[in-house]
């Protein structure tokens, strides 16, 4: 990994403070600003001193999680980020609430998502640009806009949800 210039460094140590705050609008204040550097030295650092901490127990670790996958879901091309990112084809996402799911719709190789124990999330329908996407698991959830978001998502086979919810249509292909 380069090393940042000291402009770099600033920006990091601005950008982490609001990736490590345990407010979920901060954190994703934190995800928008990452994401508008473009700059690959930044993602790649901001994704380190993350990972160093992901494996913390207690109030932070929920925001951990959200701003990891910020990190990961918009680092550009050619950072170890957007590396680590094109990995994963399956991801639990657990214990989030106020989070945008936008930055997972770049896990070009995501064929599972299962959500637990979230509410108020947003971004939903940008899951439709994921080419493999399969399965999508709901459990435990708040579910408004979930229904709104189904719709014509290129591969999808399975949606499992615990949590009640009132389908007025299901995406064609889709057995309830």
Same mark, same amino acid.
């Given at each position: ?70 990190? $990961?879901?918009? /680092?550009?091309?050619?950072?170890? %980020?957007?590396? +680590?990112?094109?990995?994963? =084809?399956? @991801? ?53 806009? $979930?229904?709104? /978001?189904?719709?014509?998502?290129? %591969?999808?086979? +399975?949606?499992?949800?615990? =949590?009640? @919810? ?11």
């Amino acid at each position: 990994m380069a090393k940042p210039t000291t402009a770099q460094r600033t920006k990091i140590r601005t950008l982490r403070k609001a990736l490590f705050a345990r407010d979920a609008a901060q954190v994703r204040q934190g995800i928008d600003d990452t994401r508008d550097t473009g700059d690959p030295i930044v993602f790649d650092n901001l994704l380190e001193a993350i990972t160093k901490h992901l494996e913390d127990t207690g109030l932070d670790a929920p925001f951990r999680r959200q701003a990891r996958l910020g990190v $990961l879901g918009y /680092a550009p091309a050619g950072t170890q %980020a957007a590396a +680590e990112r094109q990995t994963i =084809t399956s @991801l639990t996402i657990a214990g989030l609430s106020g989070m945008d799911l936008t930055p997972i719709s770049h896990f070009d190789n995501l064929e599972t998502l299962t959500l637990r124990r979230m509410r108020d999330f947003d971004g939903m329908a940008s899951l439709k640009a994921l080419p493999k996407l399969r399965s999508i698991v709901v459990h435990s959830c708040s579910t408004h806009g $979930l229904s709104e /978001a189904m719709g014509d998502f290129a %591969a999808l086979r +399975e949606i499992r949800v615990d =949590t009640p @919810l009132k389908w007025g249509f299901l995406p064609t292909g889709i057995e309830e």
